[in-house]
């Protein structure tokens, strides 16, 4: 199983990115995508998470109304769409799966993660 983030880059606040989640390696769709994000020197954070039947979570009142996820089944592919961000939206931010666990529910518990993309950083500028 592999997970890889992209999307990622520098924009003025109020402007809009999608951040894509690329995975491998499922045999099934038994799983929730999580989405993370870290600023450096802070814990890091849940921000969504999409579950098996499509129902989607957000951890932050601040992504409520600005972000939603979605999935592309046909090119395994979970999207991070972003908008109006603000410049504490910067971070980097992380796709994770429960994929293989027998409890596959959104969580905003990182341990119950088994697989994690690499990272994609967002800047976003006042």
């Known amino acids: 199983v592999q997970l890889q983030a992209s999307g990622g880059g520098l924009v003025q606040s109020g402007e809009s990115l999608r951040l894509s989640c690329k995975f491998s390696?499922?045999?099934?769709?038994?799983?929730?995508m999580g989405w993370f994000r870290q600023v450096p020197g802070k814990e890091r954070e849940a921000v969504s998470c999409i579950d098996k039947d499509d129902g989607i979570t957000h951890y932050l009142d601040s992504a409520k109304g600005r972000f939603t996820v979605a999935r592309d089944n046909g090119k395994n592919m979970v999207h991070l769409q972003m908008d109006g961000l603000k410049p504490d939206d910067t971070a980097v931010y992380f796709c994770a799966t429960n994929y293989g666990k027998w409890d596959v529910r959104c969580t905003s518990d990182e341990s119950r993660y088994v697989y994690w993309g690499q990272g994609t950083l967002v800047t976003v500028s006042s």
């Open positions: 390696g499922f045999t099934s769709d038994r799983y929730a």
